[in-house]
């Protein structure tokens, strides 16, 4: 959450940083804001709102310099307005600061300054580090350091992230010292973008594209100092170090929206190609298996586990659940899926034999970077299944299997979803035929997926008919999601995205859990939306059905091509392709994402932006 610019060189600033934050607008957009240094002066834009907003203003009152930092927010401390927004100058202005990350000694440190007679304006805690680098500067000033040298700057900023306890990524600057940007991180992310006479900062790849593609990802307790001609690395215990210079690949395509009106509509559509992405390469149809790069364990060290944990949050965190089934299944692995958040602090007792994978679309969730981490000291093999190359999860995991979806920029992850649905059954395949599997039964799964990017295609063409539904039902504020074994997980991931985009309350259940309590919430406004594709339990997932007609709810019902039997007792039904009952979750889940996309648009609301929420969750 948040995302944080930076540019040292001898372009104006301004532009860059403000076309970096549009790049960064899905990690927060409760306000932007820039600072620019021009000849000692800083000059500072910022507006509570998206950064067109920010755009506007820099129209009217446009800034000059060469060097800048900028900022997009996720309000974390204070409400979004001008004056909690970033950048946050300290002392008289001699020292200004953007943040992502949360302070959370930062009250403590406020009274200690307000003591000493620093004057706050907003009610953030990165204005605290703004005052407290200003701080520990003007006393370096009085031991007798040079106000204009750059090793008294470093000094300072190193002296006041010695104080606070929490995480940050932080961008830097001194109005009196030019050509100069200080970065630090502990914990959210932060990557260098190494031009010809210039230098750029950015909390991921995404601003650099066009302009560099070689960059160093910075490190916990690392500090970065640049200016227009260099870099220097300092790390808090090892100190200066030669940068490790990665390529980035060429920016990927499809960042645009490509004719679709938002980006949440076409990364629904992208899925034929991005489970096909997910896929390629993976399949070994001469062993019928899956076969995957970057795992770094050998087939002899995988045999011996015997449990695995899948940790995630959100929508990652039901394609464990997903994934849960899936492995048990096929493997017959023991396997729990935990919410990062929980795991991080619980210490359930894990032996040495449980393999741990961290399920995460932009590989810098907080919650779920805490749980891996925690996970690795206690020594257990810690993979990563996830979109975003470079991030600090990716780097960080002992191996894993990036999903290869290209970037999902809409809020709603969708895309991520079934990528990390395809992965997780290429991983249960894999994991099955190193143990029990026979030949034919992995073949038989391979010849299942590789029909699957058809199926999608052939599940999108419901558009249409979803658009009427979310007609007949977009006024209702009450729905609930049910379904049951591999379909139980896409309920409450359908549940996510009505919630999440239309603000309409929805709760996810296994359709037979219904009856234990939520069926007390059914009436005529109530909506139960029915995973209900052929199975083997298909019988008993018609008698839940039976049970919420016999008390008024109208039901919208998935079902596979040709039964009408669901055609006499839904209200509405939409078709899928009969697909494998491990396989349903990838064609059920897209009828419910257009579904939830048609009536948050019918509602006014905004559907790549929804309020609240940012894409990347980098706070606690
Ligand atoms: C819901 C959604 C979130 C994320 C969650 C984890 O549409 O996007 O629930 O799934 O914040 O994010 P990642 O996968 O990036 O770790």
């Given at each position: 959450?948040?995302g944080?610019?930076?540019?040292?060189?001898?372009?104006?600033?301004?532009?860059?940083?403000?076309?970096?934050?549009?790049?960064?607008?899905?990690?927060?957009?409760?306000?932007a804001g820039?600072?620019?240094?021009?000849?000692?002066?800083?000059?500072?834009?910022?507006?509570?709102?998206?950064?067109?907003?920010?755009?506007?203003?820099?129209?009217?009152?446009?800034?000059?310099?060469?060097?800048?930092?900028?900022h997009?927010?996720?309000?974390?401390?204070?409400?979004?307005?001008?004056?909690?927004?970033?950048?946050h100058?300290?002392?008289?202005?001699?020292?200004?600061?953007?943040?992502?990350?949360?302070?959370?000694?930062?009250?403590?440190?406020?009274s200690?300054?307000?003591?000493l007679?620093?004057?706050?304006?907003?009610?953030?805690?990165t204005?605290?580090?703004?005052?407290?680098?200003?701080?520990?500067?003007?006393?370096?000033?009085?031991?007798?350091?040079?106000?204009?040298?750059?090793?008294?700057?470093?000094?300072?900023?190193e002296?006041?992230?010695?104080?606070?306890?929490g995480?940050?990524?932080l961008?830097?600057?001194?109005?009196?010292?030019?050509d100069?940007?200080?970065?630090?991180?502990?914990?959210?992310?932060?990557?260098?973008?190494?031009?010809?006479?210039?230098?750029?900062l950015?909390?991921d790849?995404?601003p650099?594209?066009?302009?560099?593609?070689?960059?160093?990802?910075?490190?916990?307790h690392e500090?970065?100092?640049?200016?227009?001609?260099?870099?220097?690395?300092?790390?808090?215990?090892?100190?200066k170090?030669?940068?490790?210079?990665?390529?980035?690949?060429?920016?990927?395509?499809?960042?645009?929206l490509?004719?679709?009106?938002?980006?949440?509509l076409?990364?629904?559509?992208?899925?034929?190609?991005?489970?096909?992405?997910?896929?390629?390469?993976?399949?070994?149809?001469?062993?019928?298996?899956?076969?995957?790069?970057?795992?770094?364990?050998?087939?002899?060290?995988?045999?011996?586990?015997?449990r695995?944990?899948?940790?995630?949050?959100?929508?990652?965190?039901?394609a464990?659940?997903?994934?849960?089934?899936?492995?048990?299944?096929?493997?017959?692995?023991?396997?729990?899926?935990?919410?990062?958040?929980?795991?991080?602090y619980?210490n359930p007792?894990?032996?040495?034999?449980?393999?741990?994978?961290?399920?995460?679309?932009?590989?810098?969730?907080?919650?779920?970077?805490?749980a891996?981490r925690?996970?690795k000291?206690?020594?257990?093999?810690t993979?990563?299944?996830?979109?975003?190359?470079g991030?600090?999860?990716?780097?960080?995991?002992?191996?894993?299997?990036?999903?290869?979806?290209?970037?999902?920029?809409g809020?709603?992850?969708?895309?991520?979803?079934?990528?990390?649905?395809?992965?997780?059954?290429?991983l249960?395949?894999?994991?099955g035929?190193?143990?029990?599997?026979?030949?034919p039964?992995?073949?038989?799964?391979?010849?299942?997926?590789?029909?699957?990017?058809?199926?999608?295609?052939?599940?999108?063409?419901?558009?249409?008919?979803?658009?009427?539904?979310?007609?007949?039902?977009?006024?209702y504020?009450?729905?609930?999601?049910?379904g049951?074994?591999y379909?139980?997980?896409?309920?409450?991931?359908?549940?996510?995205?009505l919630?999440?985009?239309?603000?309409?309350?929805?709760?996810?259940?296994?359709?037979?859990?219904?009856?234990?309590?939520?069926?007390?919430?059914?009436?005529?406004?109530t909506?139960?939306?029915?995973?209900?594709?052929?199975?083997?339990?298909?019988?008993?997932?018609?008698?839940?059905?039976?049970?919420?007609?016999?008390?008024?709810?109208?039901?919208?019902?998935?079902?596979?091509?040709?039964?009408?039997k669901?055609?006499?007792?839904?209200?509405?039904?939409v078709?899928v392709?009969?697909?494998?009952?491990?396989?349903q979750?990838?064609?059920?889940?897209?009828?419910?994402?257009?579904?939830?996309?048609?009536?948050?648009?019918?509602?006014?609301?905004?559907?790549?932006?929804p309020?609240?929420?940012?894409k990347?969750?980098?706070?606690?």
């Open positions: 959450m948040c944080i610019v930076g540019y040292v060189g001898f372009r104006p600033a301004a532009e860059i940083l403000l076309e970096g934050l549009r790049r960064l607008e899905y990690r927060g957009y409760d306000s820039i600072a620019v240094i021009d000849a000692g002066e800083i000059s500072i834009r910022k507006k509570a709102g998206r950064v067109q907003e920010l755009a506007r203003l820099l129209e009217k009152h446009p800034v000059n310099g060469s060097l800048g930092i900028g997009t927010r996720w309000a974390t401390h204070g409400q979004p307005s001008d004056i909690n927004s970033h950048p100058v300290g002392g008289n202005g001699e020292v200004v600061v953007v943040h992502n990350g949360v302070i959370e000694n930062y009250s403590i440190l406020k200690h300054l307000q003591t007679g620093y004057v706050f304006r907003s009610s953030t805690d204005e605290v580090a703004a005052h407290l680098i200003a701080h520990e500067f003007s006393e370096l000033i009085k031991m007798g350091e040079d106000p204009e040298s750059s090793n008294t700057a470093i000094q300072a900023v002296a006041a992230i010695k104080q606070f306890k995480t940050y990524g961008g830097v600057l001194f109005r009196d010292i030019p100069f940007l200080i970065a630090a991180r502990l914990g959210s992310p932060l990557v260098i973008g190494m031009g010809q006479g210039e230098y750029f950015a909390s790849a995404g650099l594209a066009g302009h560099t593609q070689e960059v160093v990802y910075l490190s916990d500090l970065v100092v640049l200016t227009s001609q260099g870099m220097q690395l300092h790390h808090r215990d090892t100190g170090h030669a940068p490790d210079v990665q390529v980035l690949a060429q920016a990927e395509s499809g960042s645009g490509n004719g679709f009106e938002h980006y949440m076409k990364e629904i559509f992208e899925q034929p190609e991005t489970i096909e992405n997910a896929m390629r390469g993976r399949l070994d149809e001469d062993e019928a298996t899956a076969k995957f790069g970057g795992l770094n364990l050998t087939p002899q060290q995988l045999r011996r586990i015997d695995i944990v899948l940790t995630g949050c959100g929508t990652s965190w039901h464990g659940l997903v994934g849960e089934y899936l492995i048990e299944e096929f493997a017959r692995i023991p396997t729990e899926v935990e919410y990062a958040s929980e795991l991080r619980r007792p894990l032996s040495t034999s449980t393999m741990v994978f961290a399920i995460t679309q932009s590989g810098e969730t907080a919650d779920t970077l805490a891996m925690e996970c000291r206690k020594g257990h093999p993979l990563a299944i996830c979109n975003v190359v991030s600090t999860i990716a780097r960080e995991a002992d191996g894993g299997i990036f999903l290869h979806a290209g970037p999902e920029v809020v709603a992850s969708t895309k991520a979803f079934t990528s990390q649905v395809t992965v997780l059954t290429l249960a395949l894999y994991l035929r190193l143990r029990n599997m026979s030949y039964a992995g073949q038989r799964i391979i010849s299942h997926l590789q029909a699957m990017p058809d199926a999608i295609r052939k599940t999108l063409e419901c558009h249409d008919q979803i658009k009427d539904i979310a007609q007949r039902y977009c006024d504020d009450n729905f609930l999601y049910l049951r074994l379909n139980f997980p896409v309920a409450l991931e359908g549940a996510l995205k919630k999440e985009i239309s603000y309409i309350h929805a709760e996810g259940y296994p359709a037979a859990e219904m009856k234990h309590g939520p069926i007390a919430l059914v009436d005529e406004r909506p139960s939306v029915f995973i209900a594709p052929r199975g083997h339990i298909y019988p008993k997932v018609m008698s839940n059905l039976e049970e919420i007609k016999a008390r008024k709810g109208p039901v919208i019902a998935l079902a596979c091509e040709g039964d009408a669901l055609d006499q007792l839904a209200d509405d039904v078709y392709p009969f697909v494998e009952e491990y396989l979750p990838l064609v059920c889940s897209i009828p419910l994402q257009l579904l939830s996309y048609e009536i948050a648009l019918l509602r006014g609301c905004n559907v790549d932006r309020r609240n929420l940012a990347s969750v980098t706070v606690e």
